[in-house]
């Protein structure tokens, strides 16, 4: 099968799985959203008694963004103060937000500078971020380990990341000096510029996984909009309404978003804009928001299910035939075989800073 033919096939599978996960989702009751609060990071029931919101990990210090894996009820945030990645889990088996509380915490990454996106790969199980002070993007298994550096040229301020598994492609949101949105493979291959007109400080990044769209909020511009997956169909949802749009998430129909300026989370319909709603205000300071359901995460079969791919050490998903590939943590190389990391490591490509990798990035391109 050729790569179209088989990214449809993937695409169709997951269009079932989510339509159906859907029906189920409406049946079970109304979405729970998740959100980071600097200090703390809440749950809030999106049709659930107004003002009311749980504390799922509280004393944080600067807690930033925000996801989840809801096969295992974890729930991970970035605390730009603490320059870490840190993890909890949560009660799934509870109804009531009281109960929902996270156990513990636990850091996943550190020697981070300003993390400030942050996303979930679901099916690769791999933790993706940005840092807009090294200027980076990274990959890292769930537990940290394996930390590899996917782009570090080309990078100005990095902020909200979304990824799409199923079709193999992450996207980022960049509000430096020429402000725009990127695509790539989920291996830092086939990198693309896919908007860059009529943009200024691109702040959330969701996608629509079923009707397979990209929406952004510009806080600057003050819209909410939508497009192709390419970034083509581009049009409004949102104009006019906004102060500080932030964050932004959807759930069937319903987009929601964190507003700054408002500090609260607001609500409207997903295609047209209308039923404008507050679900949640007077909020100390929100950050990122995600909803927290299965079907924002509905399990496919990738290349590197079974047995990693054949990866000793990452196994990352690709647009490209054969649809993935091995990789190995920053400063390692692969065997020629590759799948096989060399043996030792070389932590000093990890601690650089971003003027320290300006300098090798001469070096390397004046030789």
Not at 191 to 207: A, E, H, M, Q, S
Not at 214 to 235: C, M, V
Request: hydrophobic share 35%; glycine share 8%.
């Amino acid at each position: 099968m050729d790569l179209t033919g088989r990214g449809l096939e993937m695409g169709g599978r997951l269009v079932v799985l989510l339509l159906w996960s859907c029906l189920l989702s409406a049946v079970d009751g109304s979405p729970l959203l998740l959100f980071a609060n600097r200090r703390d990071v809440r749950l809030v029931d999106a049709e659930g008694v107004r003002g009311e919101s749980a504390i799922v990990v509280s004393d944080l210090e600067d807690a930033a963004a925000v996801d989840f894996l809801y096969s295992e009820g974890l729930i991970f945030w970035t605390d730009v103060s603490e320059e870490a990645i840190k993890q909890t889990h949560w009660n799934q088996s509870s109804n009531s937000l009281k109960e929902a509380l996270g156990t513990s915490q636990t850091v996943v990454v550190s020697g981070l500078d300003s993390p400030d996106g942050l996303a979930c790969d679901w099916l690769g199980r791999k933790l993706y971020w940005t840092d807009s002070e090294t200027n980076r993007i990274e990959v890292a298994n769930l537990d940290g380990t394996s930390r590899k550096v996917l782009f570090w040229m080309d990078l100005d301020q990095p902020r909200a990341i979304a990824l799409n598994p199923a079709q193999s492609y992450m996207y980022w949101t960049d509000w430096g000096e020429e402000p725009r949105i990127e695509r790539a493979g989920m291996d830092g291959s086939n990198r693309k510029v896919i908007v860059v007109v009529d943009i200024y400080w691109p702040n959330g990044l969701t996608i629509d996984l079923v009707e397979q769209k990209l929406y952004w909020a510009d806080a600057k511009l003050s819209f909410i909009h939508r497009a192709n997956l390419d970034g083509s169909a581009r049009e409004t949802v949102v104009e006019g309404t906004l102060t500080h749009p932030f964050a932004l998430t959807l759930s069937e129909e319903t987009l929601y978003w964190t507003d700054w300026q408002t500090r609260s989370i607001h609500a409207c319909n997903k295609h047209r804009g209308d039923k404008t709603r507050e679900i949640l205000s007077g909020i100390y300071s929100p950050m990122d928001i995600q909803v927290l359901e299965s079907h924002r995460q509905p399990y496919i079969q990738t290349p590197c299910s079974d047995d990693n791919g054949g990866c000793s050490h990452l196994c990352l998903l690709s647009p490209v035939q054969p649809f993935y590939s091995c990789a190995c943590p920053t400063g390692v190389q692969l065997k020629p075989d590759g799948k096989t990391c060399k043996p030792g490591m070389d932590p000093i490509y990890i601690s650089m800073t971003t003027n320290e990798w300006q300098s090798l990035r001469e070096e390397l391109f004046s030789n």
